[in-house]
């Protein structure tokens, strides 16, 4: 698909300096810049590449004036960073604009789907199963028995979402994501093996939750593992049988939550973050990266380290642990000279 400078002028409300008519089918950066490509200049480090890019349109701030001649055609917006987000915001609605049903695919009894749904090749979806309209369903993906997904929401390739789920509006599950696992439950018997113990409960993520690709949330033993509303997963995170995570927290990559803990809203958790189980986590918490969590934690704390600190702590002590050997040395260096008073 093309657009012309002045349609993308109109969208942006912005004005073209130089050819109207300049057609653009894909978008790049100023420094990799091609033929019938769209790109945009915010950062001033990156003015040089504006008088060399191949791209045939470029979207400049209203401020920018070039000081030498330029090959592109310019489209002068109030924020050019800001009106490239919109664009890509577009670009990928477009992109992600799939419609119909592709063959072969599986569907169960008693299912209920809604209007205007993708149904990629090979999904399977099983009995009784509800998807509200606009959903889009991509090749390869399991849905299964029981499973509610709301209005609006995306399973992409290889998402996996198991019997009992509730998938709320406007989520997006991405490719190789697992929800409503077995809960990791075992009990040691008399003979030092495990014994499986049923994980019977659901996954409950409510409206305008991202789960990354690979990231597993497993299903309760009993009752739910519930993800509120607005929540953002990263990649390859592992939340346990029963968790809880409150409203419009974030989570960063490689984060480990452990059964039955109860994550706050707005909180902002790093990457490789471990959490043990049954812990209370408050709202507006911040965790730094490769933090080790093993106490409840109040509203508003930063922590860091592992176990962890409260971050301006952590910071005060790390000056300490980097000059351990050097403090170790004037220790040594000190028992040495008190001995020697003492010997006199």
């Known amino acids: 698909m093309k657009f012309k400078a002045s349609q993308i002028a109109e969208v942006l409300e912005g004005r073209v300096v130089g050819n109207p008519e300049a057609e653009v089918s894909k978008l790049s950066k100023i420094e990799e810049g091609e033929k ?37 055609t310019m489209i002068k917006v109030a924020d050019a960073y800001k009106s490239f987000s919109k664009l890509l915001a577009f670009y990928n609605e477009v992109k992600m604009n799939k419609e119909g049903r592709e063959e072969p695919h599986f569907i169960g009894e008693n299912v209920t789907i809604g209007e205007n749904i993708y149904l990629g090749a090979f999904a399977y979806i099983g009995n009784n199963v509800t998807i509200g309209d606009n959903v889009k369903i991509y090749p390869n993906a399991y849905i299964g028995d029981n499973v509610t997904i709301g209005d609006n929401s995306t399973v992409f390739t290889g998402g996996i979402i198991n019997s009992e789920s509730v998938i709320g509006n406007e989520c997006t ?11 990791f439950g075992f009990a040691p018997n008399g003979n030092g093996e ?13 409206d305008k939750v991202d789960v990354g690709a690979a990231t597993t949330i497993d299903r309760a033993t009993l ?22 995570i409150g409203e419009n927290t974030v989570i960063a990559a490689q984060t480990g939550i452990a ?9 902002m958790i790093g990457g490789q973050v471990g959490i043990a189980g049954h812990l ?14 093993g106490r409840n934690v109040k509203d508003n704390e930063v922590l860091q380290g592992s176990p962890a600190l409260p971050y301006g702590e952590y910071n005060k002590s790390y000056v300490h642990f980097k000059n351990l050997s050097k403090l170790v040395s004037k220790i040594d260096q000190l028992e040495k000279e008190i001995k020697a008073l003492k010997d006199k």
């Open 36 to 72: 019938e490509s769209l790109s945009f200049l915010s950062n001033p480090k990156y003015t040089p590449y504006i008088y060399k890019t191949k791209a045939t349109i470029v979207i400049v701030n209203e401020t920018f004036e070039p000081e030498k001649e330029v090959s592109c």
């Open 173 to 183: 599950i991405h490719s190789g994501a697992t929800i409503g696992a077995d809960g």
């Open 194 to 206: 495990y014994d499986k113990i049923p994980q019977i409960g659901n996954v409950i993520i409510e």
């Open 223 to 244: 009752g739910s593992t519930i993800i509120r509303k607005g929540v953002k997963l990263d990649n390859q995170i592992q939340i346990a049988h029963n968790v809880e």
């Open 259 to 267: 059964g039955s803990s109860k994550i706050g809203k707005n909180c």
């Open 280 to 293: 209370i986590i408050g709202d507006n918490v911040k965790i730094q990266a490769q933090a080790g969590i």
